[in-house]
């Protein structure tokens, strides 16, 4: 098994560019979750989809963020326009059922400068 | 205001010694997991408790589910310096599915 697969790995993008953070989830989970984590605010849910349909996104900061969920083994997040307050880790995490353990890909670093 | 309250935040100790850390909230929750997170990886999961009162154990590891199902913690017994690591409690609250996270206990294990 694969696991949930993200990319890129690390992002530095100027001011004002648009960003897409891209994750695949592990086959057969019917629920992806979107998280932010910094060293202030800790791991922030953002947005969560089941069977790609977006389920809560009452954690998505501002208009700037969007997530997208085409279909079940694709998912995106974009931020347009980015800001320096961006910077942070961004995990996708899937899993197969209700209430089962989530399962994390290795996050996206990204630097907004 | 984190639904999830985490103790401590930061926590050094000496090889060999035991700890715990607290993982507290006024929520009812129908289960709560813990996971562990290394540096430039996601968390990885440990254990979920579901019923209240439940103890696991993981070698080393024991953790206690609250008999309200609000709070949880995990003992660590003769830490190893492998057991450094930033240790999270999540859950969702009871009725729903949007799975939330504490701020964290960092854990650093000196050999």
């Known amino acids: 098994d694969a696991g949930v697969i993200q990319s890129p790995r690390h992002e530095v993008t100027e001011m004002g560019q648009e960003v897409t953070l891209r994750c695949k989830p592990i086959?057969?989970?019917?629920?992806l979750f979107w998280y932010r984590q910094t060293m202030m605010r800790g791991l922030e849910l953002l947005i969560y989809?089941?069977?790609?349909?977006?389920?809560?996104d009452s954690g998505m900061p501002e208009d700037r963020f969007s997530a997208k969920m085409p279909n079940a083994s694709f998912s995106t997040l974009k931020i347009q326009p980015s800001e320096p307050r961006d910077s942070a880790v961004y995990f996708c995490?899937?899993?197969?059922?209700?209430?089962?353990?989530?399962?994390f890909g290795n996050g996206t670093r990204l630097t907004v400068t | 205001t984190q639904l999830l309250e985490q103790s401590p935040q930061f926590l050094s100790i000496q090889e060999g010694e035991n700890l715990t850390v607290y993982c507290n909230s006024s929520s009812v929750f129908s289960s709560l997991q813990w996971y562990r997170q290394e540096p430039g990886e996601g968390p990885v999961l440990l254990v979920t408790?579901?019923?209240?009162?439940e103890v696991k154990k993981l070698k080393r590891l024991t953790f206690q589910f609250g008999d309200a199902r609000k709070d949880s913690s995990l003992h660590i017994t003769a830490a190893q310096t492998g057991d450094t690591g930033l240790y999270l409690c999540?859950?969702?609250?009871?009725?729903?599915?949007?799975?939330?996270f504490g701020a964290g206990t960092r854990l650093f294990v000196k050999a």
């Open positions: 995490a899937s899993r197969p059922w209700g209430h089962s353990p989530l399962h």
């Open positions: 989809f089941n069977n790609n349909v977006p389920i809560d």
């Open positions: 086959s057969g989970h019917n629920s």
């Open positions: 999540a859950g969702a609250p009871t009725g729903g599915f949007k799975t939330i």
């Open positions: 408790v579901v019923t209240g009162g």
